[in-house]
């Protein structure tokens, strides 16, 4: 039970960021049309509507399609606006002349001792923060089926890293003033680098995987908190009326890996 409540402790703040970037996605790309509020409130009500109606379920296919849609247009994205900066050269040209700062290794301040410690540290800690990444370990049906996941999981992650440093290298050169940074990838979405129908396709991807960051954290969290603290709460209560408390673990509870 006390670890199911660490985990509240650590995923509910985790969720709150997963929002915020979409309300900030949404008002930079709008241009403020759509304020900072909405966006937060239009993820969580998916958030909770995936989660309620499909649990597990939403979570499996807003991973998959999510997926397969960030990588395909941020990649399109990344390549077009490089290109409107010259290429590869062009793009680096402006780095080395204007951010020399930014193709250092390892980077201006950014490994202290302090800094490495405090990306460090909370790897010791993944499990207990974010169960909703090791509930994932129960989806597959066989081995070779986790060892699929698993491969896909780094080639991706490879890839889309890549791609995301790319990303801000072409924000730093195209907008060097931008005083947030968190603004970089709405400015560069709303601007005439990209087109508007890739742009919103981007929104959409990125949408999708806070969406799915927080249903999964959502239903991890309702399961945790119906088996681990409602059950102990009060003893002796059925498995039924467990999963009766909580909406999301009645309609796909996790099933241990077979084979």
Known sequence: MAVSVASCLFLIPYAAVQLSGVGYLMQGMTGGAIPFTTGLMVATALAILFSYVAGIRSVM??????????????TLVALLAISELGGFSGLFHILETEHPQSLSVPGSGLFSFVTFLGL???????ALTNPQVSQRLFIPSSLKAMRQMLIGFLVFGFVYTLVSILWGFTALAAFPGLSNADMATPTLLASDMIPPVLS??????IMTAAVSTIDSIMLTLASMLSRDVYANVKPGTSLPSVRSSSRSSRYCPLQPLRG
């Open 120 to 126: 460090t540290i909370p790897w010791f800690f993944f």
């Open 61 to 74: 296919w807003t991973d998959s399609l999510q997926a397969v849609l960030i990588i395909v247009v941020s």
């Open 200 to 205: 919103v396709l981007v929104m959409i991807g």
